[in-house]
Nanobody, 125 residues
Framework: QEQLVESGGGLVQAGGSLRLSCAASGSIFSSNAMGWFRQAPGKEREFVAAVSRYGRSTDYVDSVKGRFTISRDNARNTVFLQMNSLKVEDTAVYYC??????????????????WGQGTQVTVSS
């Protein structure tokens, strides 16, 4: 069953900002690295960002570096994706994911323990 719940998606103008949230159960969140993926219309799901179990390491796809920031609040069992300077190309369904190691989130193929249901982000010009 889905044990990650995303929120915060919506419609935003190009150049604007949006913050996504992903809430998980405490047992799941505390034992996993967390990440975000996205799937644009007609495209395959791609890795966006990841943060390690204790927040020591982060990783991003090149196209969002300098614009997106992933963070986690372990006390509230929530991971965030702050998206700034949004582009039309960022339009996609964004999915939260959990894995035992950050390397599982960035591997090909990724090795996930859990997936969220997704939240739509639409960037207009």
């Amino acid at each position: 069953q889905e044990q990650l719940v995303e929120s915060g998606g919506g419609l935003v103008q190009a150049g604007g900002s949006l913050r996504l949230s992903c809430a998980a159960s405490g047992s799941i969140f505390s034992s996993n690295a967390m990440g975000w993926f996205r799937q644009a219309p007609g495209k395959e799901r791609e890795f966006v960002a990841a943060v390690s179990r204790y927040g020591r390491s982060t990783d991003y796809v090149d196209s969002v570096k300098g614009r997106f920031t992933i963070s986690r609040d372990n006390a509230r069992n929530t991971v965030f994706l702050q998206m700034n300077s949004l582009k039309v190309e960022d339009t996609a369904v964004y999915y939260c994911a959990a894995a035992g190691w950050i390397q599982y989130l960035t591997s090909t193929p990724p090795r996930m323990n859990y997936w969220g249901q997704g939240t739509q982000v639409t960037v207009s010009s």
